[in-house]
């Protein structure tokens, strides 16, 4: 679990309210981040930040909703003051991915495992000093430890159960994500308090809502999104690529933006019930970016 820093630093406010935050683990690991990343960027309210919970480096393969489980479950059992090795170890590879070169990584996990026997061991927080200068003291660079905890604690952002929003954004693709594996996903959600924002067919459903284009679709068209191109391109993403020149890993967020309010209404023309998503065309992100943008 990682979350990019510019997320993980506060934006300055003249507002002295709680900032809440609404934390997003979402399936895609490039089109709904971006997505999220500059609405937060753009159009929220001012006490309140979105924060992407990205996969670690070594997951990015990963897409399935149930993986999606792990990465908040993971996320769950690491908000309090306190940290697994486990997930000490996937930070600090994390920063090795984004740093190359800086340090022996098998080395430093090998004192690790030296330190502590098993990965599920919870290091307290007030701890992490002193294990980050145990691991780097015979580190070359003398400022290691010290990088390397600025970087430790910009991913560290405090969650709270009762005042911030947890919430997974995931496509109900019937090729990939089952009925089994629907009903698992929507009980891990009520059991640990997890917002449940779920597009069927996918996630570009909710995009194309915002260009007015979307109002002569045919709907069984938009529901079986099947595919249009020889490179695999689905009718979706065909029709966005049509439309604003969209591709995968090319969000253009000024295109969508203006349309935003009326995406917003038009899924309201559909269902936004989860039990019903499962099996019919809909989506209900769109409440979710409803509760963060701002009023005009």
């Known amino acids: 679990m990682r979350i990019k820093e510019p997320f993980a630093t506060e934006r300055p406010s003249e507002i002295n309210e709680y900032r809440k935050k609404f934390f997003i683990a979402s399936e895609g690991a490039k089109t709904e981040p971006t997505y999220f990343k500059k609405l937060n960027e753009s159009l929220i309210k001012e006490n309140v930040t979105i924060i992407n919970i990205l996969r670690d480096y070594a ?75 145990t691991l780097f003291k015979n580190e070359a660079y003398e400022d290691m430890a010290t990088n390397f905890e600025k970087y430790f604690t910009a991913q560290d952002v405090t969650y709270s159960s009762t005042r911030d929003s947890l919430n997974m ?28 924002y779920i597009s069927n067919p996918n996630f570009e459903l909710w995009l194309l809502m915002h260009f007015d284009e979307f109002d002569s679709e045919n709907e069984e068209d938009l529901l ?59 989506t209900n992100v769109g409440l979710l970016v409803e509760q963060m943008i701002k009023e005009k």
């Not at 954004?169 to 990939?176: A, E, H, I, L, Y």
């Not at 994500?177 to 449940?196: A, I």
């Not at 349309?259 to 989860?274: L, P, V, W, Y």
Request: hydrophobic content about 30%.
């Open 59 to 133: 997951s990015q393969g990963h897409s399935n909703p149930t993986d999606v489980i792990k990465l908040l479950q993971t996320f769950i059992d690491n908000s309090s003051d306190e940290v697994t090795v486990g997930e000490l170890k996937n930070k600090l590879s994390n920063w090795d991915h984004e740093n190359p070169g800086i340090i022996d990584l098998q080395n430093t996990f090998l004192k690790l495992d030296q330190m502590y026997k098993k990965d599920v061991y919870r290091i307290q927080s007030k701890d992490l000093d002193s294990v980050f200068m």
């Open 169 to 196: 954004v995931v496509d109900r693709d019937k090729d990939s994500f089952t009925e089994e594996q629907y009903d698992k996903v929507v009980d891990f959600c009520k059991k640990n308090h997890v917002n449940l």
């Open 224 to 282: 079986k999104n099947e595919k249009r191109t020889k490179s695999g391109r689905r009718y979706l993403e065909k029709r966005l690529h049509d439309i604003c020149g969209y591709r995968k890993n090319d969000i253009r967020f000024n295109d969508l933006e203006p349309g935003i309010k009326n995406a917003i209404k038009r899924e309201k023309r559909f269902t936004e019930d989860i039990t019903r998503i499962k099996n019919e065309l809909g």
